[in-house]
Structure formats: C-alpha cells, structure tokens
C-alpha cells in the first residue's frame, strides 16, 4: 500500500488537532455539512472544518496555507452567492462557535462568529436591549455585520457597523488580531463593510440599546391598492420619528391564519410599520395606513427577538437577491415599483420590498465604506423559490426590477442584498474612492487573497 501523501498526513492532523469536526468528501455528515441556505448552491470543498473555538480557527487556516487551500467562512450560510462554500476550498465552519455575552452595564455584547441573529436577540431580549440586526433570524452575525448591516432598528439605532466595537480576527497566516478604534484602526475602519476579505471573525461586539417596547403594524391589501399604500407610507416615513421603520412589500399570500382563505397564493400588498415603542404611540403613527381599506390587520406589541423569526424563509428554497438604493421616492417612481409588482411570479415565495432608509443611517459616521448610507429609499427584489424550472423566471424578474428602477439609482449598494454581479457592484458597494484604500489593507492582512469566497476586493 502506497504512503499517505502530504494532503492525507495533513488532513489526518487534522481531525486528530481540532477539538469540533472535519469533514471531506465520502464522509458521513459531508454533504449535510456543505448545505447552506440557498439551494441553488452546489459546491464540493475539499475540507469543511466545524470549529469549537479560536484555536480550532487558527489551526485550519494553517492547515490550508501548508496545502495551498483558499478559505471560505461559514457563519450563518445565508449568503445569496453561497459565499461560505467554496469549491476544492477549506470552509471554516464557525456554527459552533455562537456564544453571546451580554454586559448590560456597558449596553455592549460579544457575539461569536457563528451565532444567528436568533442567539443575539434571545441574549439580550431579557436586558431590555437590542441593536440593528437582519431581517431574518438565522442570519449570520458576523457576515451581517462585517457587510454593512441593515434592519428594522436601523433608522433608530444605526447600521450594525455603526455599532461595531471590536472584533477579534484571524488572518491569513493563521496570527490572531483585535481591532477597534484604538488597536489596528485602519483594519477596523476596512472592517466597516469590507466584508470577509481581511480574515475570519471569530467574535465581535457590538453597542446595544435600550428598547423596553417593540410594536408593529402588518396590513394586507389587494395588489390594486399598492400605489395608495405607499404613498401613505411614504408619508408616514417622511414625516415620522426615527423610531419608525418597516417595508412595503408584494408577495403571495402564505397560508397563515393572518390571511384570509380566499387569498392565499394571490399577489397582495403589505405595509409593515414598526416602532421602537409603544403600542399606542405605534397606533397613532399608524392611523393612516389603517384608514385604509385592507383585507388584514395585526397591530401590537410584542417582542423583538419574536418578531425577527415571523418573517424567516424556509430552508431548502432556491434564491436570487439584488437592490437599487434610489435616490428619493417620487410619485414616478412608486407607479413604476407598483407596475413591476404585477411581474412577479407568483405562487413562489418571492418578495418585491421596498425599504426606508434616512434617520441615524444617513447621520452616522460617514468615513466608513458604506456608501448607501445617503439613499432614502432601497429597492429589494428578493427572489425565492422551489422548482429548478423556475430558475431563469426567477433570475430574469430580480434583474427586470433593477432596470425598471434603474433612472433612480444612486449606483451604490449595499453588499449583502446582492449575489455575484461583478467587480463593478463591489466598487458599487464600497464606494469607488474606498477601493484603493481597502486593497492596501488586504494587501497587509491577506495578500495572497485566501479569503476570497466574498465580494472580494484584490491585494493592492
């Protein structure tokens, strides 16, 4: 029998050094292991390690450097392009690694690389704080963050990297690194939305906010009504407290008690408002929109950590995302939003959503690579659905929305709304003027660019 080669001896190593898993091809576990959440992702990594600590992190990447590997990183898996697979690549799953430490005193919180939103809401619930996380809680934290990071607390609180403290990092040679504003700031300014090209966050903190009171307004209209809808929202947004937030959005009706048996699997229109506060100031603001007509309504208070689970896809759907952030909301623009709504395929689970922006997005810091923060206004066309044959409608309506809003864009965007689409985008996404300044960063911390499964910026 022929000797082992370098590879089988490292990877052997391996599985004896890490204290979580390691998986390759033909193991049990394997193709579980590589399973992320758009289904349309198929890729085969040659090492899938299921880190339990920092350690195991830095032994992986090493393991990689001494085999030639690139490195992707697994947190929450939620990427649309699949970005924590790479195909022949080491992944770095950091799922068990989801430890949240809550320090109320400080209103700060240390979150592990692999911890959901659901482990940063359920953590901090009890406190009565909160910061800005994703809209859906099996979101990953740290891709969330590192990305830019915007919710339905942003107008209130900020982008999540508006919130951002500290982060402990491990880089391409395997050295462990903290960044704040203090301690390596120029890593920590490139960590403001630069994404996963500098190393592999294994913690972060955040800032936390006081929120005592959480409510929300959920209104169901004919697709008719959408025009009025908006409008109204619109108005609502405008002239609102920051505490204000949500999205109006097309989708076919789910079959939910919420709404009625007549319309489910039929294009409706919502209008979701949400307040950090009181369910009675919440009504007040809500007035016009519940005056309405609509077909359903649900107004109430109700914890924040349960609302960030009442909107979750379900896993196993095949996906396809992008935006336009524009550059206001024009009566124009939102006839030409509602048209496309007429376009969207329907029955599938695909969302046509427009978000606000404004309040402590547009006054925070603006040196930070995230150059949407000005736009009032994203569109969000959000494509899910089941059946293969379905892929090139799904694909084919995502980019029909884009060009129909297209005369309204303010060309930048925000990255983790967006699949592969090219170098452009990530300039797009960072702001042009940020690229040079980013890459001389990658260039320090990565220069062989083994973090590459992201909206990759190159080594100066």
Not at 215 to 224: D, G, K
Request: hydrophobic residues 45%; contains cysteine; proline residues 7%.
């Amino acid at each position: 029998m022929a000797p082992p080669s370098k590879a089988g001896r490292a990877l052997a190593a391996l599985r004896a050094d890490l204290v979580g898993d390691v998986f390759a091809p033909g193991d049990a576990g394997y193709d579980e292991a590589r399973t992320v959440f758009n289904a349309m992702i198929d890729r085969r990594p040659a090492v899938i390690a299921q880190c339990a600590d920092e350690a195991d992190v830095v032994r992986s990447v090493r393991f990689a450097r001494d085999l030639d590997l690139h490195v992707a990183v697994r947190g929450g898996g939620h990427s649309v392009a699949g970005m924590a697979l790479g195909d022949c690549a080491l992944v770095v799953d950091l799922r068990r690694m989801h430890e949240v430490t809550v320090d109320p005193a400080a209103e700060a919180v240390r979150i592990g690389g692999g911890a959901t939103m659901n482990h940063l809401d359920r953590a901090t619930q009890p406190y009565g704080l909160a910061t800005t996380g994703g809209r859906a809680s099996t979101t990953g934290v740290g891709g969330f963050v590192l990305g830019g990071g915007t919710g339905w607390l942003d107008r209130w609180c900020g982008l999540a990297v508006d919130n951002l403290l500290g982060v402990e990092l491990v880089t391409a040679d395997g050295s462990r690194v903290h960044a704040n504003a203090d301690e390596n700031p120029e890593l920590f300014w490139a960590l403001h939305g630069g994404g996963g090209n500098f190393g592999v966050a294994t913690a972060l903190t955040l800032k936390l906010h006081e929120l005592p009171q959480f409510s929300v307004a959920f209104l169901l209209h004919l697709p008719e009504a959408g025009p009025e809808v908006v409008r109204t929202y619109r108005a609502i947004i405008e002239s609102g407290p920051v505490e204000a937030g949500g999205a109006v959005l097309y989708l076919t009706g789910p079959p939910e008690e919420f709404v009625p048996p007549h319309l489910v699997g039929q294009l409706l229109c919502a209008a979701v408002l949400t307040y950090a506060g009181t369910e009675e100031d919440m009504r007040k603001l809500a007035q016009p929109l519940l005056a309405l007509p609509h077909e359903s309504e649900i107004v109430t208070a109700l914890p924040y950590a349960d609302f960030q689970t009442m909107l979750d896809d379900p896993p196993g759907m095949r996906n396809y995302w992008s935006a336009e952030y524009v550059t206001g909301l024009p009566d124009e623009l939102v006839d030409v939003f509602c048209a496309l709504a007429d376009t969207v395929p329907v029955p599938t689970g695909t969302q046509h959503l427009l978000f606000p922006q404004g309040g402590a997005i547009a006054a925070g810091p603006a040196e930070y690579p995230v150059p949407y923060r000005d736009a009032p206004w994203a569109v969000h066309p959000f494509g899910v659905w089941e059946d293969p044959a379905d892929d090139e409608r799904g694909v084919q309506w995502v980019r029909s929305v884009r060009a129909g809003v297209q005369p309204w864009s303010t060309g930048a965007v925000y990255l983790n709304f967006i699949g592969d689409e090219g170098a452009e985008r990530v300039d797009a996404g960072v702001g042009a003027e940020n690229i040079r300044r980013l890459a001389e960063v990658k260039r320090r911390y990565d220069p062989d660019n083994v973090f590459r499964f992201n909206h990759n910026i190159r080594p100066a």
